[in-house]
């Protein structure tokens, strides 16, 4: 490395040499403005340079410039978004230049990897900026969910998890066969930890008392309103820079400076919102409670008791008698009309609400700004006794220490607190399962009578797993706490106006104490061990993350005649480390109270992980004739998770783009812009420390025989060891076409990209009698491909009236290619391992990722679903199809009406597949239309098969409990897999300016917004429940369905002023 | 310009001054765990993970436990596969107590001043073993359990032929029993005996008496000889001897958690086993079992007890004989003297040596048929005594032990030898209660006790396939899924020198 290292030291000093030598004889001091041709106002930070020499000179914050230059020499004025301009200086020596505004390109600027900002026509891959306002208007909780439909070849989903949970963002399909392959997240230059917290996610310790919960992710602690802007950089070219971190793509945010701001600015804003759950369910009401064509009758029958395999109720059947309003005992031991109670979700749930106050200051002056916000958010989920709080504290300072020498600071601290996250997928303590599959005619509130004298748990259901939720959600508690810093300060030197040096430190840092309980009495727990009176556990543990980047760029540019060229070359060195320090405890010798020291047998356990990442990276662009880009990168990361002979990697990337509209005079006048691009990159994907050597651990409890503590010592983990593991690679090839049409009305982004992982890391069965189950190889591939558009229009453009419609729209489509060993078949989860029913993802060789898979109906050759007396049987698993859409997109549409603002957002998803844990128990239950055969359940059910002999079966079987509960006997999942297909109208927001009102005050600016999210489903395809209703964000569990809450939809209202 | 190159120089020298990848080695070592143990540390887990459940199939079959409930719980007693709960002992022993193990030996087999551990670990690996060709038949033995050892070479290990995994089996235990010398290291950590070398000495003869017994039906003569062998060599003597592991608070017993918490009620006695506590009017029974209404725990009595018969599920168990219009009207095992979270586990018992020995006797490989009488009674009466092991509120009168041996139905006639054989296996049947791998092997074995067959519509279709001659009872667990899909090659040609992975197939001495 070393070498390597002295060698482009070496050529970089060299380089410096040529650009200096540049000199001249005689000159004189020019001083001079530049103006914007458009309101003739000062031009700030314009480049002025003698043509062909290096001499140059940037413009101050009143548009003023002085440089040296000979006499009779040409200076050469650019700024972005202006057309250059050269002109001849004779003897002057003031002058006054106007540049004219470059309307035909429409210069953006945007933020790249490492946040060097770049002319969008200079691009040969696609970005996308996100249009920040509607991220604050339109909000939730999670900034992350706002993303949803918004860009193309962005894949976002909103689990329904609770206020506090994580989002989910795809970019180009799922780079890998893992669950994570979620972009990497840069604020202001520096990465943030985005993995989503909590057992839902996989993220789970494994604690004692934990559920599966969802405890949220990194971008909970940015808030919406400091951002100024976020760029998506979605293909591998547009993040090659960021090397082994950039398989998923990148988010770059940047957040509010007070640049521009004269004086002190306030401004506060604040956000209402209330969620109501919403009701997909069409059950059937015909019969009520109860077993075998039968109501209960005694109160031993509905309460299932510990007789309870009598009880003919079992709390979640609904195979009793036909409805009749006739007075039945229920729960509660009262008798009540025997009448469907169709409520169970408007009167369980509560109307959730969030208050969002921000206030933020900023000041500046031309040395420099400043921008300081401090927001709260106070949610209250719509499950009772179910909140999440934030605060966030953003700081951010700009200062220019001399005319050369800024420094930047900026900061983020946010505490966030996640109180009884609501549980999902496994039964126990999930009130989403118990609430959605109570017997129909059932009154949720007979249930809030939740403990017996003894303080235990009134259970409804001999199923004990199925917890009462008011027993849930009162005694049961979980608490995630975070205390979180990240920020950097940077400090730049330009030492020319064509050459500059950066430095910047940078930290993610986090607490996260997590407590969560399994409370003493819950009727399905295990007595506690001897000698110990309370049974129930508990769970503490602190984990902390750290990443520190330490990072240097050094950047210069040289224009020779129509040749330009621009070059940076930079280095970091990452290193990550995070802890958890954790006890469970079982039992308890004081109840209900929860802490360590009251617990009786005591698991502590301690987790470490550390490692380093060593990059160097170059990136050169050269430029021809302002139509013609070329730009080139590398990186190269030495990894401390690898083998030490084998531990750096290189990452190339090449793109090019061609802005034809510029390079030739003959185009039709209709044409605006018009540019082709194409890219070609390799990037990686980490590995993880310690997997290259075999480790032992030692319990945490010792075997005691009487007065002896014998130590129990294991081969850790499953996994055997590999050294000699590799990052994954993924190369991918991108093309694209931009076009602006029509006075810039008409405009068309397309890009196609072809993306192959190879080389992915899998863990790969090996026979258990080895001694372990998997090792781990570099032996995947994988592919995505597709094509994203984005048609935007502007219908109406008047004076008073504008109307702007964009569309996306993305196709992705993956394939597996290989796995390891030849094997067909990868098997990401089971359902049972998560405590669901039915269903497995898995990817397979030959089809689209995420395959789901279950178990079929037990068939003939013909394909007919064969019976035995009736019943139909387990067949073989299959694979029903992808959980992963094809096709994604959104139709956004802003209308604008003498400051009133209307937006309205139409999203769908299309081509995947989504198992219904739900509905397989609603049919079990009976509570499903589909478990009421054609002529009713009097007459019992005719299965539609065959017998063994190919005849028409025509066994009737009752249609009770047990005939539906084969569907859990056989575990069969085909029923239950639905198109996952949606439409929805995801958001309306009308926002008024009424700035106007207040002109004459001190308010600056006042601003009005309302909005309604999840205003409507189009159209959907599966039963009683929403097709998004998926409870976690990692790609293992895609496309499985499991009790999560249910979607709401928000009503909001939010106010912005200006001081 | 000085200026510049002066920043460059210091930027460029601060980044040369640390390499590139300085200090990764360090970095990427785990500072949490180790890399090198001491083996005396994984034997004692081993120890302990060979505590196993047993409960949804082997104890089924033998027909002591039974539930009625399908679904994750079904298994033995529909006589169904559920390969979840097949693949379990597979899995659990593999991946526990065989991988350390195997690491023990590897780790001491040169080590002369470990050389009790090492045999210790032998023998304990000859237990495993011998519970996995029971139960599935060839299995990887000579190459299993090496993967951190030999790496990628071994991560598809052999099957090796059960007959010939049960010759190393009995020169292992041979060798390794003849080998411990108390005067050599100690095993403190010995969660058997802390370490008592002679203790160890009758456990490996003791288990060497097993292995000889199981060949009573294949080869006589074998049998004979092993068993003489292991006999003259020094058996367990009394209960002091036996292999007994007492659960504790942090390391329970998960079979008694099962029964007791989640599947409380779903767990009962089987019928046959009530019956023939019934018809011997057996003293034990007020700590086996019990009757549980609203938590409340009744004991019950020989005559009250009421076994749940087999092959029925939740759909029809009402109408079952001995249903009394409530589930809980069935007898369960008492949860306070046999299933507590933290009971005991027998591995090999100073019971089941004796009356093994009395089948020995009988069969003429020791002493004389006479002395068989003896080696019954007191077997008995030591499983009786071993049942303090579960509770100091277990107690028996002499009276009451006299009085049930001298039931003619229990009275053994060394003269009348299949008479003798079936009374000795029934209480063999007993003494093995929660031992019921030990139980299953023996009633395969000897063919005792005579047990109805679980007439479950649905069972497995091999168990009545006359080309696997089962008769009706599961004969052996199926290979995990995953083993067949992923050590292909390697199991086809297992199951094809066995005839077939199926409940059906017999395992090499199962010829009654």
Redesign the interface.
């Known amino acids: 490395?070393?070498e390597t290292?002295?060698r482009i030291?070496i050529l970089?000093?060299l380089a410096?040499w040529c650009f200096?030598i540049a000199a001249n004889a005689q000159s004189q001091e020019v001083t001079g403005t530049i103006l914007s041709g458009t309101d003739n106002q000062p031009v700030i930070g314009a480049t002025v340079l003698v043509k062909n020499t290096s001499t140059g000179t940037t413009t101050d914050t009143n548009g003023k410039f002085a440089i040296n230059a000979p006499a009779n020499s040409v200076l050469v004025v650019s700024f972005i978004g202006y057309n250059n301009k050269e002109v001849p200086i004779g003897n002057q020596t003031s002058i006054t230049i106007t540049l004219e505004e470059n309307t035909k390109a429409l210069e953006e600027v945007v933020v790249t990897a490492l946040g060097i900002k770049r002319e969008a026509k200079k691009l040969g891959y696609s970005t996308a900026s996100v249009n920040t306002e509607t991220l604050t208007q339109t909000r939730s909780t999670n900034v992350g969910n706002s993303l949803v439909g918004k860009v193309a070849g962005l894949n976002v989903s909103a689990p329904p998890t609770g206020a506090g949970g994580s989002s989910k963002i795809r970019i180009r399909g799922q780079s890998s066969f893992g669950g994570n392959n979620s972009p990497l997240i840069i604020v202001n230059g520096v990465p943030i930890n985005n993995s989503p917290g909590g057992s839902a996610n996989g993220a789970g310790s494994g604690g004692a008392g934990q559920a599966m919960t969802d405890t949220g992710d990194g971008l909970q602690s940015i808030n919406p309103d400091d951002i100024e802007s976020m760029t998506v950089l979605k293909g591998a070219a547009a993040a090659a820079l960021y090397g082994f971190r950039a398989k998923d793509g990148a988010i770059i945010i940047t957040t509010k400076s007070g640049k521009g701001q004269v004086g002190i600015g306030v401004e506060i804003n604040s956000n209402f919102q209330a969620d109501q759950a919403l009701d997909f369910t069409d059950f059937q009401y015909e019969y009520g409670q109860g077993k075998g064509g039968k109501r209960p009758t005694t109160l031993d029958e509905v309460r299932a008791?510990?007789?309870?395999?009598?009880a003919v109720t079992n709390g979640v059947w609904s195979f009793g008698e036909r409805l009749d309003g006739q007075p039945t005992i229920g729960y509660d031991g009262q008798l009540h009309p025997y009448s469907a109670n169709k409520d169970h979700i408007k009167d369980f749930y509560r109307t959730g609400t969030t208050w969002t106050n921000s206030v933020a200051l900023s000041g500046g002056n031309e040395k420099g700004n400043f921008r300081m916000s401090f927001a709260n958010t106070d949610a209250n989920g719509i499950v009772p006794n179910s909140d999440f709080h934030k605060k966030i504290l953003n700081f951010g300072l700009n200062y220019n220490l001399t005319e050369k020498l800024s420094a930047q600071l900026n900061a983020n601290y946010s505490n966030e607190y996640n109180h009884n996250p609501p549980v999902l997928a496994q039964q126990d303590y999930n009130v989403n399962q118990v609430i959605y599959t109570l017997a129909n005619t059932i009154d949720v509130d007979w249930l809030k009578e939740y403990q017996d004298a003894n303080g235990n748990e009134m259970f409804h259901s001999?199923f004990?797993?199925r917890t009462n939720p008011y027993w849930a959600i009162n005694k049961r508690l979980e608490e995630s706490r975070r205390d979180r810093i990240f920020g950097n300060v940077s400090i730049r030197?330009q030492?020319t106006p064509w050459?500059y040096?950066q430095?910047r430190v940078g930290q993610d840092y986090f607490t996260n104490p997590y407590n969560a309980n399994r409370p003493t009495g819950t009727a399905?727990?295990?007595?506690a061990?001897?000698?110990?009176p309370f049974n129930g556990d508990f769970y503490r543990g602190v984990s902390t993350f750290r990443e520190r980047n330490l990072d240097?760029l050094?950047g210069a540019n040289h224009e020779f005649g129509k040749f330009g060229i621009d070059a940076t070359f930079g280095?970091n060195?990452m290193d990550q480390k995070s802890d958890r320090i954790s006890t469970s405890v079982t039992?308890f010798y004081v109840r209900d109270l929860y802490t360590i020291q009251n617990g009786?047998?005591k698991?502590p356990q301690?987790?470490?992980s550390?490692?380093?990442v060593?990059s160097?990276y170059g990136t050169v662009d050269f430029s021809f004739n302002n139509y013609l880009f070329l730009n080139l990168t590398g990186r190269n990361d030495?990894?401390?998770?690898l083998n030490?002979e084998s531990?750096?990697y290189l990452y190339p990337s090449v793109s090019t783009s061609f802005v034809f509209s510029q390079a030739f005079s003959s185009l039709p006048a209709w044409l605006n812009f018009g540019k082709l691009r194409a890219a070609y990159a390799e990037v990686g994907g980490d590995t993880d420390?310690?997997s290259?050597?075999?480790?032992?651990?030692?319990?945490a409890?010792?075997?005691?025989?009487g007065t002896?503590s014998?130590?129990?010592?294991?081969?850790?983990g499953?996994l055997?060891?590999n050294p000699n593991l590799r990052p994954l690679k993924v190369k991918e090839l991108e093309v694209g076409l931009e076009l602006r049409t029509m006075d810039n009305r008409v405009n068309l982004d397309i890009a196609a990209y072809r993306k192959n992982t190879v080389d992915e890391i899998l863990n790969v069965?090996?026979?258990?009698?080895?001694?372990?189950?998997q090792?781990r190889v570099n032996v995947g591939r994988l592919r995505n491909q597709g094509i994203e558009t984005l048609l935007s229009f502007v219908p109406v453009r008047t004076d008073n009236l504008n109307w702007e419609s964009a569309f996306n729209y993305t196709y992705n489509i993956s394939e597996v290619l290989e796995l390891a060993n030849n094997?067909p078949i990868l098997t990401a989860v089971r359902g049972?391992q998560i405590g669901l029913y039915i269903g497995e993802i898995a990817h397979e060789v030959g089809k689209p990722l995420g395959s789901i898979r279950g178990v079929d109906y037990l068939r003939n050759d013909k394909g007919e679903i064969i019976t035995?007396n009736g019943n139909f049987q387990a067949g073989k698993v299959v694979t029903y199809g992808s959980a992963l859409p094809k096709h994604t997109g959104g139709w956004l549409n802003t209308f604008t009406y003498r400051g009133i603002r209307v937006f309205a957002q139409v999203d769908f998803k299309a081509g995947h597949k989504l198992l219904s844990n739900s509905n397989f128990n609603f049919m079990r239950h009976g509570l499903h239309k589909g478990s009421i055969p054609e002529g009713g359940r009097e007459n019992g059910i005719v299965f539609p098969g065959v017998n063994e002999d190919g005849s028409p079966n025509t066994t009737a079987r009752p249609a009770d409990d047990?005939f539906y509960?084969n569907y859990?006997?056989f575990n069969i999942a085909t029923p239950f897999v639905y198109n996952a297909s949606f439409v929805r109208w995801r958001t309306l927001s009308v926002g008024y300016d009424l700035s106007r009102f207040v002109s004459s005050t001190f308010i600056k600016g006042l601003n009005v917004n309302a909005f309604v999210n999840n205003v409507l489903m189009i159209k959907k395809y599966v039963d009683n429940l929403d097709p998004e209703s998926q409870f976690s964000t990692s790609d293992n569990y895609n496309g499985i369905e499991g009790h999560a809450l249910p979607t709401t939809r928000s009503y909001g209202l939010n106010f912005n002023i200006k001081l | 310009m000085k200026k510049i190159y002066l920043s460059i120089a210091v930027i460029t020298l601060l980044l040369g001054a640390s390499s590139c990848d300085k200090d990764f080695e360090e970095i990427n070592t785990n500072p949490n765990a180790t890399s090198n143990l001491d083996a005396g540390y994984l034997f004692s887990s081993a120890q302990q993970g060979s505590v196993q459940q047993t409960h949804l199939y082997q104890a089924q079959i033998v027909q002591q436990v039974v539930t009625h409930q399908t679904g994750t719980l079904e298994g033995g007693n529909h006589n169904v596969i559920n390969e979840v709960n097949t693949r379990n002992n597979f899995n659990s022993l593999y991946g526990g107590p065989i991988r350390n193990l195997v690491d023990v030996i590897d780790k001491t087999a040169t080590d002369p001043a470990r050389s009790n551990l090492y045999n210790m670990a032998r023998i304990m690996k000859a237990y495993n073993f011998m519970i996995l060709v029971d139960t599935y038949g060839d299995v990887p033995y000579f190459d299993a359990g090496k993967a951190n050892i030999e790496g990628a070479d071994s991560f598809l290990p052999k099957y090796d032929d059960q007959k010939l995994i049960y010759e190393d089996i009995i020169k292992e235990l041979q060798e390794a029993t003849d080998q411990l010398d108390a005067s050599k290291d100690k095993v403190p950590g010995d969660l058997f005996y802390l370490g008592d070398i002679p203790k160890w000495k009758k456990l490996g003869n003791s288990l060497l008496l097993r292995v000889g017994m199981r060949y009573t039906e294949l080869d006589e003569s074998k049998a004979k000889a092993i068993v003489a062998d292991a006999v003259s060599k020094g058996v367990m003597t009394s209960n002091a001897d036996n292999a007994i592991i007492r659960l504790t608070s942090a390391y329970p017993n998960a079979t008694s958690q099962q029964l007791t918490a989640t599947e409380a009620s779903n767990f009962y006695v089987g019928k046959p086993f009530a019956d023939y506590l019934k018809a011997t009017n057996d003293p034990r029974t007020r700590y086996f079992a019990a009757r549980y209404n609203s938590g409340s725990e009744v004991p019950e009595t020989p005559q009250n007890l009421n076994g749940m018969p087999y092959g029925y599920t939740v759909s029809d168990i009402a109408t079952a004989p001995g249903y009394t219009g409530n589930i809980n009207g069935y007898s369960q095992f008492r949860r306070s003297t046999v299933i507590f979270s933290t009971a005991p586990e027998h591995f090999v018992t100073y019971s089941q040596t004796q009356l093994l020995m009395a089948e020995a006797a009988i069969r003429g490989y020791i002493a004389s048929p006479l002395e068989a009488v003896n080696y019954y009674t007191t077997g008995i009466k030591a499983h009786f005594d071993q049942m303090k092991d579960y509770s100091a509120a277990v107690t028996f009168t002499n009276e009451e032990i006299d009085a049930y041996l001298a039931q003619p139905a229990l009275v053994l006639n060394p003269l009348d030898s299949e008479d003798a054989l079936r009374k000795i296996n029934e209480q063999y049947w007993v003494a093995s209660f929660r031992n019921w791998s030990e139980a299953w092997a023996n009633l395969r074995r000897s063919g005792y006790p005579v047990l109805p067959v679980n007439r479950y519509p649905s069972a497995d279709a091999s168990l009545t396939d006359p080309k696997y001659n089962a008769q009706g009872f599961i004969r052996r667990l199926i290979y995990p899924q995953k083993e067949l899909s992923v050590n292909t090659n390697n199991i086809n040609e297992a199951i094809t020198r066995m005839g077939g992975n199926t409940l059906g197939t017999r395992i090499f001495w199962d010829k009654n």
């Not at chain 1, 008791?305 to 009598?310: C, E, P, Q, R």
């Not at chain 1, 061990?529 to 110990?532: E, R, T, V």
């Open positions: 490395m070393n290292f002295y030291k970089f000093l410096c200096s008791t510990l007789s309870s395999n009598n001999s004990k797993n030197y030492f050459l040096a430095g399905f727990l295990t007595p061990p001897s000698g110990i240097f050094i280095g060195s039992g009786g047998v698991d301690y987790a470490f550390h490692k380093r060593n160097l030495w990894f401390s998770t030490p531990n750096s420390p310690y290259n050597a075999l480790f032992y651990n030692i319990n409890n010792p075997f005691t025989i002896n014998i130590a129990l010592g294991n081969i850790s499953t055997n060891p069965d090996i026979s258990n009698t080895s001694g372990f189950e090792t094997q049972d035995r047990v509960g859990r006997s």
